[in-house]
């Protein structure tokens, strides 16, 4: 998770139900908590688009959860940003429960 986020102070993250995280240690703390909590996480990725503009790009998705018996879908929206060295790094990453 720490090799797709952009190394800055200006990175945004919004998980369902939390409150904004602004910044590199608040947003990789956030996904430490989650990928290391208890259960494992299923995300079955559905609905993409990837729109790309210059040193841009949005990714739209949804992302269907699974954990045993129980499942839920998280509308995200994530944005990049071409590095100087051409690759793709994560600033922005925001999801919303899909109410069912």
Known sequence: MTAMW??????????PGWPILRGHEAVLGS??????????????LTNVE???DDHLAWVTLDENLVQGAATGTVA???????QADGTW??????GSPVMG
């Open 6 to 15: 952009e190394p800055s102070d200006r990175i945004v993250c919004v998980h």
């Open 76 to 82: 995200a929206t994530n944005g990049f940003a071409r």
């Open 31 to 44: 996904w430490l908590r989650i990928l290391e909590g208890p259960g494992r996480n299923q995300f079955i």
């Open 50 to 52: 990837v729109i790309v």
């Open 89 to 94: 790094l994560m600033f922005l990453h925001h």
